[in-house]
């Protein structure tokens, strides 16, 4: 019996859990859709499957969103992530542009020294463009009137996208440091292709949507950026013709 078998027999004999069973793999966006469906509270928390609870930080955001909601008008709250060590990692950012993307890049390959953004310090409530889309405490109200997640993202960037769709209704989102959630992000750090294609077509999707007035320039230096991606020997040849291929496709 594969532990796919055991988890689902061992949720299905609980009665304080509701276990959704689906045959394939639906992407985060879907699968979260899919559970905001059969849930029946006042909230949602979405929370990545590579985290660790060491507090209870559902009723510490639970609480501080009830009690502050109105007044600092939330939409999303996040706690701060941390690695295994308690090390801060990436817990919040700016909703991506175009503009960024493209001075980002250079200074990777080409060392402009142009930072794009700076590391955030969480005091008790710091207001954020975006909460990870490891942990996202909100009202459920809030995340139908909104649709959900945009299901044409696979994986990366929906997190981003629903929260841009959130702050267009005038909400704000929020990080506190009043709790703190482990998040196993990268625990391998081996180079995969098929990641990176996912992660550039949700980006090319999430350009298409937010930023269209600057997507040809997105295009333009996409395929500028063709021969510097053969360059890269994290990929053999066969994979950065595979990625090429992938990524004009989305594009155009």
């Excluded at 080409?110 to 996202?136: L, Q, R």
């Excluded at 703190?180 to 081996?190: D, R, T, V």
């Excluded at 995969?192 to 294609?197: E, F, L, V, Y």
Aim: charged share 25%.
């Amino acid at each position: 019996m594969d532990l796919q078998t055991v988890s689902k027999e061992h949720f299905e004999q609980r009665n304080d859990i509701k276990y959704i069973y689906s045959e394939n793999n639906l992407g985060f966006g879907t699968a979260n859709n899919l559970g905001s469906q059969h849930a029946t509270g006042e909230f949602l928390f979405i929370l990545n499957s590579d985290t660790i609870l060491i507090e209870n930080s559902i009723k510490i955001l639970k609480d501080y969103f009830q009690n502050n909601e109105k007044q600092l008008n939330i939409g999303v709250l996040g706690a701060v992530l941390c690695d295994e060590n308690l090390n801060m990692i990436n817990t919040a950012g700016s909703f991506p542009q175009i503009k960024f993307y493209i001075s980002d890049y250079l200074n990777l390959y080409f060392k402009t020294n142009y930072k794009t953004y700076e590391k955030i310090h969480f005091d008790n409530i710091t207001k954020v463009d975006m909460v990870s889309g490891a942990d996202m405490f909100l009202r459920k109200k809030l995340f139908d009137d909104v649709q959900g997640f945009d299901e044409k993202f696979f994986l990366y960037f929906e997190e981003t996208d629903l929260q841009k769709r959130i702050t267009n209704l005038s909400k704000i989102n929020y990080i506190t440091n009043q709790t703190k959630i482990i998040h196993l992000e990268g625990a391998s750090s081996k180079a995969n292709n098929w990641k990176r294609m996912i992660i550039q077509d949700s980006q090319t999707l999430y350009f298409r949507k937010n930023d269209r007035q600057n997507f040809l320039k997105y295009v333009f230096f996409e395929l500028l950026c063709t021969p510097i991606r053969f360059l890269n020997s994290n990929y053999s040849f066969k994979e950065n013709i595979s990625f090429f291929k992938n990524n004009i496709n989305k594009l155009l």
